[in-house]
């Protein structure tokens, strides 16, 4: 049957279609139909009426974030479809429609939020002090908190970015590895330099670790500090202990902003050693000048494999 739906032009068609019919695809499996475009219409295999309306709904909110400008993806597909599902239509409505750039990147590409979660994320870190940020990778926590680091200190509101992580090894020894403690660090801390090379090119971001504007080290590089007019973020919180977490923390000074990230499901700490990323986030969450935002499976903004891994292993934890 064909669907309520009128695709105005071209343009539409090809983004509601996606590359290789990828985003129609997305819609096929989650609602077990087949798909098609002919002309302006969409049409579908299907007779149950329960589903056709959900679908169509799904059409209509795609095909309002083509007109914002937005290419969708599959991702996007899930993503939408989960908004309806949950009830969010408006929320997100008012979100695309009145979204702004956190930042731009080197090439002059502007960085969006992409999900609910993740512009409730920005919005608390504009209006917080100290943000704890938990979910799975792909979720933009460590890049996006980079991403406004940097747009603060180009603005002139912090003097100086520190990126740190702990040094606990993914099932391998830094021992073995071969040069410094720099060059046997630096791999760990490679998403911050990524994220760092998007905003400011590589040359860049050299320059200013050279000058000490920006410092990358690790966690135990902070222990006795005060660290003022700064933006400091500390990634792989999860491997943190709550000593060290409380032993960072304390590290804020005056006119300074810190954001926790971590992913409570890749904790590497040796079994005798307790993470101290979830406890340190509720002991503190009721104080009004800390924010804790959660993300999940749905606000992976990766390939939407990603997603339906991370559900498969919640599964085998729980």
Do not use: W
């Not at 590089?221 to 491997?239: H, P, V």
């Not at 700490?269 to 993300?295: H, Q, W």
């Amino acid at each position: 049957m064909r669907l309520d739906i009128v695709l105005e032009n071209s343009d539409i068609i090809k983004n509601l279609s996606g590359i290789n019919n990828s985003n129609l695809k997305a819609i096929e499996e989650i609602y077990d139909c087949m798909l098609d475009i002919h002309g302006d219409s969409v049409i579908c295999n299907l007779e149950n009426e329960e589903k056709i309306d959900s679908i169509t709904r799904l059409l209509k909110m795609a095909i309002f974030v083509i007109k914002k400008g937005i290419k969708i993806s599959p991702r996007d597909v899930i993503y939408i479809d989960n908004i309806i599902k949950e009830g969010l239509e408006e929320r997100y409505t008012d979100f695309i429609s009145t979204r702004k750039p956190i930042c731009h990147t080197i090439n002059n590409k502007h960085i969006y939020a992409k999900t609910l979660k993740q512009n409730e994320y920005i919005e608390d870190i504009k209006k917080k002090d100290l943000i704890f940020s938990i979910g799975a990778a792909g979720t933009g926590k460590t890049y996006l908190a980079v991403c406004y680091g940097v747009n603060e200190l180009k603005r002139g509101n912090v003097e100086r970015i520190i990126l740190t992580r702990p040094a606990v090894e993914a099932g391998e020894n830094l021992g073995f590895l071969p040069g410094d403690l720099k060059e046997k660090v630096d791999p760990y801390l490679r998403p911050l330099y990524d994220a760092l090379h998007d905003m400011l090119g590589v040359e860049g971001t050299q320059s200013l670790i050279d000058k000490g504007v920006i410092e990358i080290a690790p966690l135990a590089y902070m222990r006795g500090r005060t660290l003022e007019n700064s933006f400091i973020i500390l990634d792989e919180a999860q491997n943190a202990t709550i000593d060290q977490l409380k032993m960072f923390l304390t590290r804020m000074g005056f006119n300074s902003k810190m954001i926790v990230t971590g992913d409570v499901s890749q904790i590497d700490l040796p079994n005798s050693k307790k993470s101290g990323l979830k406890v340190s986030a509720n002991l503190l969450r009721d104080i009004p000048e800390v924010g804790v935002i959660v993300f999940d499976r749905f606000d992976v903004v990766r390939h939407p494999l990603v997603g339906k891994i991370i559900e498969k292993f919640e599964h085998l934890e729980n």
